[in-house]
């Protein structure tokens, strides 16, 4: 568990997805009606606004779109991303137990769950 | 319905504080309401709208008309972040040609710099925003949500640290002239990448400044204009977008600018070549770059090579923008840099900019801006402006 962290605020449309979160699933909300996949997970399809929201999960592994090491108080930094899923859609991510210097859009990650301050655990991603 | 020519910009103000911990927020607020009115020649009985953004937690438009006892027919509250007062005109335009009010008063006040803001730690969401919780586990910042655009920027197209660091140059080179600014003195492309890093690629003289401060604009019917003592400004065109993650299909590399721009120069008739003076906000150097590309200015990739080696110096460059010194140098209070841009314009078309930086013969000017965050989501707005 990290306390530098924060935990996500769950909410009842998004309960499902971090409960599987929390068994190592990484999911993603396909349209049952216009069948694409969209991010974040939301209770209606921002394409084809369909209720017909089905979890499945992901294949796991991604490539870095956009990185940035950030600076966290003076002695610390993490590094924020847009992984791209294989699957196609981009989220918003940390990259860890990564060389920060070495890193390059376009490189291969994989997810990897990480405990939040409450325990709840979040999709972060290492270098494949 | 077009608002090309429907109204004109007859009152501005820039409240010279950059900290003020000894003034209120909503007395900021009411201090350049008032300075806008003096500088316009009406009086506060000829305000009949009133447009306030979102600007601070729990304060409404009703604390402010209240306050400032306006009596007014017309309120807008959009919010759009840092560029919603660009949109504010553009609605104060059409309420004006579709007869809702005559002079419509815009305001905007914050003191960040002495409420201890900072762009490089997370900000608290509002529980009700969606995204919060895909965001906040990854400490979002304001300034790494640009950086990320920053990156994706130097690996698509090349730009380099050094592009960046002169559009920075360019606002110090401007803000040295000008007394009121936050930060007056010059700095080189060195000085910037040498600066200690806060978000890679953005260091920290890549980031805007945080001040204290306000504005205030006012926007009234053609007759209004005529009858006052001031130089004449006409708004010509104006465009605005919300632009966001798209469903996850996330496109770093556009800006809202690339809808909201051409909406504008349409409704105007002009082109980027026809632009005399361009304020264009620069909550950071690459939002600036982006921007440029996605009105037209350049094509989408040149944006580092056009402001590079003094592109955007007034004088010598090849598009004088942010003759005030602009977010980065001069002023970017409520971290929102919409109103200045407005100003500066303003001045220009006037006449009434600093002798030094000046533009020749300035008679159409555009004003840009773009609120939240460019990597994730934003508000955009463009508007065209003319002297007649």
């Known amino acids: ?128 | 319905m077009s608002i090309k020519n429907r109204s004109y910009l007859v009152g501005a103000y820039e409240h010279p504080t950059r900290h003020a911990p000894d003034k209120t927020l909503v007395q900021l607020h009411a201090e350049c309401a008032y300075g806008a009115i003096a500088d316009s020649g009406l009086s506060k009985n000829d305000i009949d709208a009133y447009y306030f953004a979102g600007d601070a937690s729990g304060l409404s438009a009703m604390s402010l008309v209240d306050y400032m006892n306006l009596k007014v027919r017309h309120v807008d509250c959009t919010e759009t972040g840092g560029t919603s007062y660009l949109i504010h005109v553009s609605h104060a335009a059409q309420a004006i040609a579709a007869g809702k009010c005559n002079a419509a008063l815009i305001t905007l006040a914050g003191r960040p710099r002495s409420e201890g803001s900072s762009g490089a730690v997370p900000r608290a969401t509002a529980d009700a925003s969606p995204e919060a919780q895909w965001e906040a586990p990854f400490s979002a910042t304001t300034v790494n949500l640009y950086a990320l655009c920053a990156q994706r920027h130097m690996h698509e197209f090349g730009t380099t640290p050094e592009q960046l660091a002169w559009v920075k140059v360019a606002a110090s080179q401007h803000a040295q002239y000008n007394p009121n600014a936050m930060l007056k003195n010059v700095v080189t492309v060195e000085d910037v990448v040498n600066s200690p890093m806060v978000a890679s690629p953005l260091h920290r003289l890549d980031c805007c400044v945080v001040s204290d401060g306000g504005g205030a604009v006012i926007v009234a019917r053609p007759e209004i204009a005529k009858a006052l003592k001031r130089p004449r400004v006409a708004l010509l065109g104006a465009g605005e977008a919300i632009k966001g993650q798209n469903g996850g299909e996330i496109d770093l590399m556009t800006s809202g600018a690339a809808i909201a721009g051409p909406i504008a120069f349409a409704e105007a008739g002009v082109t980027p070549s026809d632009i005399k003076y361009a304020s264009i906000y620069d909550s950071f150097t690459i939002t600036v770059v982006m921007q440029l590309e996605d009105l037209g200015f350049c094509k989408k990739g040149e944006g580092g090579r056009f402001v590079a080696d003094g592109g955007l110096i007034a004088g010598s460059g090849r598009l004088p923008f942010n003759t005030d010194g602009g977010g980065l140098c001069n002023n970017h209070p409520s971290n929102r840099g919409g109103m200045t841009k407005i100003i500066e314009a303003v001045r220009q078309l006037r006449g009434e900019a600093h002798p030094k930086l000046q533009v020749a013969n300035c008679n159409l000017a555009l004003a840009q801006g773009t609120g939240g965050r460019l990597g994730s989501r934003h508000g955009s707005a463009t508007l065209i402006m003319e002297r007649q």
């Open chain 1, 1 to 128: 568990m990290s306390a530098k962290i924060p935990s996500p605020a769950v909410t009842t449309e998004t309960s499902a997805f971090w409960g599987k979160a929390n068994d190592g699933v990484l999911a993603l909300p396909h349209c049952q009606a216009c069948g694409k996949i969209h991010w974040y997970p939301r209770a209606n399809c921002p394409f084809c606004s369909s209720d017909k929201i089905e979890l499945k999960p992901a294949k796991g592994s991604g490539t870095i779109y956009s990185f940035s090491v950030s600076r966290r108080g003076k002695d610390d930094s993490y590094v924020i991303a847009y992984v791209t899923l294989d699957e196609g859609v981009t989220m918003m991510t940390n990259i860890v137990n990564a060389d920060a210097s070495a890193l390059k859009i376009g490189q291969k990650v994989r997810v990897a769950f990480v405990p939040s301050a409450d325990g709840q655990k979040v999709p972060m991603f290492e270098v494949a």
